[in-house]
């Protein structure tokens, strides 16, 4: 029995593993300890998270580079053995494969990148990291009005940027257009309505437009799309039930909710100020109790002769 082990322990194929796994064990504490140190001393987020991968990547790298250092002399009678065993794998961790193939593509061909805030596989919210087969985001949305976060940390296949279409709110234009509508009673003065509109809009919207030109001529550079107004703008549309003003401005994408909420109190706050010159139209239905409904009923007397 002592013999069996000792031959065992002696056997370069086991002794090539035990090096391999005191190795990946020895690669895996100093990639911890550079990581912490990291975050120790570098206190910018972005950054942070930028060193944190780097050398995360550097120690897988590190560790398939010694795998094929220990192993390199039995591999080279492996190689049919290998080649089938890869096939099937292949087959099997399809959905793998694309998920690998999805992290390269969206770390060479700028899909997104953490802090990107994303549309992908039918979730929206912000990237908060990009693993080698999946990306975690904080969700925005689906409950929650407008665009602020739910709490619930999502995580999403890479290989979802193959399969549907990626949407990204802040990489290239970080801004959006929006707008709203106000509905105005007929018999308003809709001139002053949409001078008011106009001004109260250039007032809160306009230092977006002025922030966005650089970005605008930046997109005009790199893909071929027209030029484009960036500055508030009020229409009108008479319809049956009242005159429709809609107010369409660029905001960061950021500031959807905030700049809604600032737009709607400065407009109330004017049309109240009007002096009755222009009044917010609505559907009105008024229900009243149903009139007394009076039934007379008058008897003829017939004689028989």
Do not use: C
């Amino acid at each position: 029995m002592n013999e069996m082990f000792w031959r065992w322990i002696y056997d370069p194929i086991i002794g090539k593993i035990l090096a391999a796994v005191i190795g990946y064990l020895l690669i895996a504490t100093i990639v911890f300890l550079i990581k912490t140190s990291v975050n120790t001393y570098v206190k910018e987020t972005y950054f942070r998270y930028r060193v944190r991968k780097i050398f995360e990547y550097a120690g897988y790298f590190i560790a398939l580079v010694f795998t094929t250092i220990v192993f390199s002399e039995q591999l080279g009678g492996l190689t049919v053995v290998l080649g089938i065993a890869g096939a099937g794998l292949a087959f099997a961790l399809q959905e793998v494969i694309m998920s690998l193939a999805g992290w390269v593509a969206i770390s060479l061909g700028n899909f997104y990148a953490p802090g990107d805030r994303v549309q992908l596989g039918g979730i929206t919210g912000d990237v908060i990291d990009i693993g080698i087969l999946r990306t975690t985001m904080m969700e925005t949305g689906q409950w929650i009005q407008s665009d602020l976060y739910t709490g619930r940390v999502v995580r999403i296949a890479n290989s979802f940027v193959f399969k549907e279409p990626v949407f990204n709110y802040s990489s290239s234009f970080p801004f959006l257009w929006d707008e709203i509508k106000i509905p105005i009673k007929y018999g308003s003065d809709h001139k002053s309505a949409k001078q008011i509109f106009q001004k109260i809009a250039n007032d809160v919207t306009l230092q977006y437009a002025e922030n966005a030109q650089k970005a605008w001529a930046d997109i005009i550079t790199q893909f071929m799309i027209k030029e484009t107004t960036l500055e508030p703008q009020v229409t009108l549309a008479a319809n049956d039930n009242w005159i429709e003003f809609t107010i369409r401005y660029i905001v960061d994408y950021q500031r959807r909710r905030a700049t809604k909420d600032i737009l709607f109190s400065a407009l109330l706050d004017q049309i109240e100020q009007s002096g009755g010159r222009i009044s917010i139209a609505s559907t009105t239905i008024h229900l009243v109790e149903t009139p007394i409904i009076k039934v007379r009923q008058t008897f003829s007397d017939s004689s028989e002769t």
